[in-house]
């Protein structure tokens, strides 16, 4: 579920302006979420029933497993069987020029911000 939303809208359903704030949105959980209007609305059920709370209530966990997944109404002009089989054509193809061109990827600065060590001694009678 948090996969399509991310394919559809580009970012994740839970987020929050500190990781505490998504932390509390995640624990509220998807039922509390309204989703964007420009995800159909066939897709914003499947995303809410892959997210639910209760993993034994999450579609693809009850007695049809998977297969549940693949008859939901969002899947309906869906070929599975041409997925398994490698017949698919990719909706979308980059060129590239050569087997090092990264091109079609973002860049990203090398700086990384690292954590400091905590030295408070929390853990010392572990």
């Given amino acids: 579920g948090i996969l399509i ?9 839970f ?3 500190e990781q505490m704030q998504t932390y509390n949105l995640i624990l509220r ?10 995800i159909p609305k066939k897709a914003q059920i499947l995303i809410k029933r892959l997210c639910r ?3 034994s209530e999450r579609l ?17 002009n869906f070929d599975f069987d041409r997925l398994e089989a490698r017949k698919m054509t990719a909706p979308l193809i980059l060129p590239v020029k050569n087997n090092t061109d990264m091109t ?14 905590d030295l408070s001694g929390w853990d010392s009678e572990f």
């Fill in 5 to 13: 939303h991310e394919l559809l809208m580009g970012k994740p359903p």
């Fill in 104 to 117: 079609n990827f973002d860049e990203y600065s090398d700086e990384r911000d690292e954590p400091p060590d």
């Fill in 29 to 38: 959980g998807i039922d509390c979420m309204q989703l964007s209007q420009k």
């Fill in 53 to 55: 709370n209760a993993p």
């Fill in 60 to 76: 693809g966990v009850q007695k049809n497993g998977i297969k549940d997944i693949k008859t939901h109404s969002w899947f309906s």
């Fill in 15 to 17: 987020r929050g302006k």
